[in-house]
């Protein structure tokens, strides 16, 4: 198995720029999540979902979108990005009702 | 906003050592859980404690719960070099089991 894979590993942008980092996840799991990583602050949560069509905010949405077309996908945007995203972003995901989160090797993004 | 504070920031010991962090949290919880992260890899699930226990063990690993002073705390036990890792803590906030809020991280380096 896979588990939860994230493209690209590593994105340098300029301010402005917009992307899509990508998340896959080949356990069937119901819920997905975005947390980035900053220096000092642990992990936060961007945006997270229960389920395809199903999306909610976290507690750092601000600058980023996320939707839900299908179970094993859930992208996060990036429209206009700023030096403050620079972070390192990872996706999990659970079964709805699991508690524990399997989480991907990250993205490392860089904005100049 | 962030739930967890762990204690300490870094820690360094030899082989065969025990290694202690703590962990403190600040709202009610249903479960709390320790993740280990190696460096520029995703979080990997180490252990879960539930709110009405107060100790459990798997392995090396010792994790103790008290809720009346919102603290935990990790024991590894006999430590490798591969032990080295950064240590996380995540809570469960009262609402939402599946969003997790993850603690400050405690880096260990482990010597031969």
């Known amino acids: 198995n896979a588990g939860v894979t994230q493209t690209p590993k590593f994105q340098v942008l300029k301010t402005g720029q917009s992307m899509t980092l990508q998340c896959a996840q080949d356990?069937?799991?119901?819920?997905m999540s975005w947390y980035r990583q900053d220096p000092g602050m642990g992990l936060r949560l961007i945006h997270y979902s229960v389920g395809a069509g199903i999306t909610d905010q976290g507690e750092v949405p601000n600058g980023y979108n996320v939707s839900r077309s299908t179970t094993e996908d859930f992208p996060l945007r990036l429209l206009s990005a700023a030096p403050s995203q620079t972070s390192v972003y990872f996706c999990a995901s659970s079964y709805v009702g699991g508690i524990t989160l399997h989480f991907g090797n990250g993205t490392r993004l860089t904005v100049t | 906003s962030q739930q967890g504070e762990e204690d300490p920031q870094a820690l360094s010991i030899q082989e065969g050592e025990n290694a202690t962090m703590n962990c403190s949290y600040k709202?009610?919880?249903?479960?709390l859980q320790w993740y280990r992260q190696n460096s520029g890899r995703g979080l990997v699930h180490l252990i879960l404690?539930?709110?009405?226990?107060r100790e459990k063990h798997s392995g090396r690993l010792r994790v103790t719960l008290d809720t009346s002073k919102k603290s935990s705390s990790l024991l590894i036990t006999a430590s490798r070099a591969a032990d080295t890792a950064s240590y996380f803590c995540?809570?469960?906030?009262?609402?939402?089991?599946?969003?997790?809020?993850f603690g400050t991280g405690t880096r260990l380096l482990v010597s031969p």
């Open positions: 404690i539930r709110s009405n226990e």
């Open positions: 709202t009610s919880i249903n479960n």
């Open positions: 356990m069937n799991h119901e819920y």
């Open positions: 995540a809570t469960d906030e009262d609402t939402g089991f599946q969003k997790l809020v």
